[in-house]
């Protein structure tokens, strides 16, 4: 049923098309001349106000943001290269101050050492000279007990010969015995 | 089941809606000749002084400010100046830029007169007229720029400009073939350039008016039938849309062909 309705409509819709006015507007060449002459002024006139006022300040003011936004954008790179002049210097002084800080540590370190080195030195000399006369001493005291062991030797030796033999023995001959049996003692060791 | 279709029947006598075609009718609004030619004030006239008004207001309020940073306005007229800026730029080059204000006029010229004819019309107020819906003025700009082409190029170029029917790197046994395929193509470029925009609109117009005649018709005849006039409707609502779209591309088809054309007479023989 709807479909009916529809192509009445449609028929209706139709019918109009082929007997709207006879023919199509556009064919009527009767006119032409109007529109034309119309489009002429329009177009011209709209054309004038265009290239003569409304896209030049177009034009000009999009120009103007762009020269604007182009020197903003410079600026900003000349503090940009300022900024980064800046931290260079800062670098420089960091590194100029950190190497001072090295030399002047460095001589400290070495004036100290020096010092102790000296001092060192000092103190090795004089336990040096302490060691040579103790053990000079000691030597001293080493022969003279040597010596006394010999005396010692000698003396027990001629009293214990002349109580077995009743005869007092020469002193070199002692001397001699003591001697050489104190060196076959040392051979034997 | 058959009373109930007579029924619906009955109330059928289907209202008056004006044709497809009455749209385009031109009337006359004020009488004027220019010797024997009549160049009276029509409706066609009246809306191309709309076309042209609401632009000059447009644009002129929109540059007022001059702003740096600009408003809703400015937004729209630099957007649009940087489109057809572009375009041109593209087209033809930097050399191009001397006919900026020519495209940027027809773009807009044509874009206005799209976009107007598709407001609806006021029963006893107004009643909308589409003027690039006609042959006549889509031809007349379209004449207009290849007559700019044609003085152009060979006041650019002088005669070498008839280098635009001779390309390079044809054997000499086709060049009259091509010549003539070339000329015939170049003489087809004002009829195409009007009839394509014409059309355009015309079909455009023709189908929104026979869907909205659906409307009137469904809604006339009452009762359940009333109910289908949505489907008319929704499609009306839809051709609407694609017909705003049409309305911009063309305009800018018209524009981007006027800029192909005109290259040819700014850099000929580099094609």
Redesign the interface.
């Given at each position: 049923?709807?479909i009916?309705?529809?192509l009445?409509?449609?028929a209706?819709?139709a019918g109009?098309?082929k007997?709207?006015?006879g023919g199509?507007?556009?064919m009527?060449f009767?006119?032409?001349?109007?529109?034309?002459?119309?489009?002429?002024?329009?177009?011209g006139?709209?054309?004038f106000?265009?290239?003569s006022?409304?896209?030049p300040?177009?034009?000009?003011?999009?120009e103007?943001?762009r020269d604007?936004v182009a020197d903003d954008l410079d600026h900003a790179a000349e503090f940009r290269r300022q900024a980064e002049e800046a931290e260079a210097a800062y670098n420089s002084a960091l590194a100029d101050a950190r190497a001072k800080a090295q030399t002047m540590a460095a001589e400290t370190r070495a004036e100290v050492e020096a010092e102790i080195a000296s001092m060192q030195q000092e103190a090795d000399l004089k336990a040096a000279t302490q060691i040579a006369a103790a053990e000079e001493r000691l030597n001293a005291m080493k022969d003279q007990a040597s010596t006394k062991v010999k005396e010692a030797a000698g003396d027990v030796a001629k009293t214990i010969v002349s109580a077995l033999i009743d005869e007092t023995p020469a002193d070199d001959t002692v001397k001699a015995a003591v001697a050489g049996a104190i060196s076959g003692r040392e051979a034997a060791r | 089941m058959n009373s109930i279709l007579s029924a619906l029947a009955l109330p059928m006598h289907l209202p008056q809606a004006a044709g497809p075609m009455e749209q385009f009718e031109i009337h006359r609004l004020a009488p004027l000749s220019l010797g024997n030619i009549d160049v009276s004030f029509t409706n066609s006239s009246l809306w191309m002084m709309i076309a042209t008004g609401a632009a000059v207001i447009f644009f002129s309020s929109a540059t007022r400010a001059r702003a740096l940073i600009p408003g809703r306005m400015q937004s729209i007229a630099e957007v649009l100046y940087n489109f057809v800026a572009d375009m041109v730029r593209g087209a033809i080059g930097p050399e191009g830029m001397k006919f900026f204000p020519y495209v940027f006029t027809l773009f807009i010229y044509i874009l206005l007169a799209n976009l107007l004819g598709l407001l609806p019309s006021i029963p006893g107020v107004s009643h909308t007229f589409t003027t690039t819906s006609h042959i006549a003025v889509t031809f007349g700009l379209a004449m207009l720029t290849i007559a700019i082409v044609i003085f152009y190029g060979f006041y650019k170029n002088g005669l070498g400009f008839l280098k635009l029917f001779v390309p390079s790197g044809v054997p000499p046994w086709l060049l009259p073939l091509i010549v003539l395929i070339e000329f015939v193509s170049f003489l087809s470029r004002p009829l195409s350039l009007a009839i394509r925009l014409f059309a355009n609109m015309l079909a455009g117009h023709i189908i929104l008016k026979v869907f909205a005649g659906f409307i009137i018709s469904l809604l006339g005849a009452g009762g359940v039938v009333s109910a289908i006039a949505i489907f008319p409707f929704l499609g009306t609502v839809a051709i609407t849309l694609l017909e705003l779209l049409v309305a911009f591309l063309q305009a800018y088809v018209f524009a981007i062909l006027t800029c192909i054309y005109l290259n040819d007479a700014v850099n000929v023989g580099h094609h």
């Open positions: 049923m709807p009916d309705v529809l009445i409509a449609a209706e819709a109009h098309a007997s709207g006015g199509l507007p556009q009527d009767s006119t032409y001349p109007s529109q034309i002459f119309w489009l002429l002024i329009t177009f006139g709209l054309y106000l265009m290239s006022v409304i896209l300040r177009l034009g000009g003011t999009i103007e943001r604007r | -």
